[in-house]
C-alpha cells in the first residue's frame, strides 16, 4: 500500500455540490497538508494541520473546509463546488523536524462542470 | 505567494546529457528541497539541502546552495529519457519546526532519448 493514499483518483462534479476528498496516510506522522495545482501557478496551500487539534489555513483557503478524523486521516471538503475549483489536489504528510521532506499521495483530480 | 522560482521554466535535452536547473528564493531559509514530479502524479521528494551545506549529492544528482545569492541548483548528470518529468524547489523558510513548505512553479525537464 502505498505511504500516503487519496480517494478518489478522479472526479467530476457539477457546480453547487459538496464533494470530500480524502485522504490517509500510514508514515505515522502527525503533519499532514493539502496543495492544490493548477498549470502554470504550481503548488499551493490550502490547509494544514500539525497533528489532530491543531488545523490551520493555508494561502488559499476559501471556499474549502478540512477535517482531522485521526492522526492518519484528514479530508478536505468543497462546500459549494464552483468550476474555478478545477485542479489536481494533492495531500501530503510530514515528520515534526521536516528533515526528510514530504510524503505525498498520487493526487485526486477535480473537474467541477 | 512563490517563494521559489525555477529556471528554466522547460528544458529539453538529449540522453546522456546533464541538465541544470536553478531555483531562486526569497526570504532567508533554513532548508531547500527538490522534487520531481511525473505528468499527472504526485510530487517525490529527492533531495534535502540545509542552509549550512553548499553541496550535496544523491547518485546523479547534485545540488548547490548559495545564501548569499538566495538561490539554488539541481545538476542531473547522464540524464535518461525515465528523467522526463517536472522538477520543483520548495522551502519552508525559517520558522522553527512549524514550517510548511512554499513550492515554485517547476521546470520541466524533457529528456529525448
Known amino acids: 500500500d502505498a505511504d500516503v493514499t487519496q480517494t478518489p483518483r478522479n472526479r467530476i462534479t457539477k457546480t453547487g455540490k459538496r464533494i470530500m476528498l480524502e485522504c490517509s496516510q500510514t508514515?505515522?506522522?502527525?503533519?499532514m497538508y493539502w496543495y492544490r495545482q493548477d498549470p502554470g501557478l504550481g503548488l499551493r496551500l490550502i490547509y494544514y494541520?500539525?497533528?489532530?487539534?491543531?488545523?490551520n489555513k493555508g494561502e488559499i483557503s476559501d471556499g474549502y473546509s478540512v477535517s482531522r478524523q485521526a492522526q492518519a486521516k484528514f479530508s478536505l471538503s468543497l462546500e459549494s463546488a464552483i468550476p474555478n475549483q478545477t485542479a489536481l489536489y494533492f495531500c501530503?504528510?510530514?515528520?515534526?523536524?521536516?528533515?526528510?521532506?514530504?510524503?505525498f499521495g498520487s493526487g485526486t483530480r477535480l473537474t467541477v462542470v | 505567494s512563490q517563494q521559489g522560482e525555477e529556471d528554466p521554466q522547460a528544458l529539453s535535452i538529449q540522453e546522456g546529457e546533464n541538465a541544470t536547473m536553478n531555483c531562486s528564493y526569497k526570504?532567508?531559509?533554513?532548508?531547500l528541497q527538490w522534487y520531481r514530479q511525473n505528468s499527472g502524479r504526485g510530487l517525490v521528494h529527492l533531495i534535502l539541502?540545509?542552509?549550512?551545506?553548499r553541496e550535496k549529492h544523491s547518485g546523479r544528482l547534485r545540488v548547490t546552495l548559495d545564501t548569499s545569492k538566495k538561490s539554488s541548483s539541481l545538476l542531473i548528470t547522464a540524464s535518461r529519457a525515465a528523467d522526463t518529468a517536472s522538477y520543483f524547489c520548495?522551502?519552508?523558510?525559517?520558522?522553527?519546526?512549524?514550517?510548511?513548505?512554499?513550492f515554485g512553479k517547476g521546470t520541466l525537464l524533457t529528456v529525448n532519448p
Open positions: 520548495a522551502s519552508p523558510g525559517r520558522g522553527g519546526s512549524n514550517y510548511k513548505l512554499t
Open positions: 539541502i540545509r542552509s549550512n551545506e
Open positions: 508514515k505515522g506522522h502527525d503533519r
Open positions: 526570504t532567508s531559509i533554513n532548508n
Open positions: 494541520s500539525f497533528d489532530v487539534k491543531d488545523i
Open positions: 501530503a504528510t510530514s515528520d515534526v523536524g521536516g528533515n526528510y521532506g514530504y510524503t
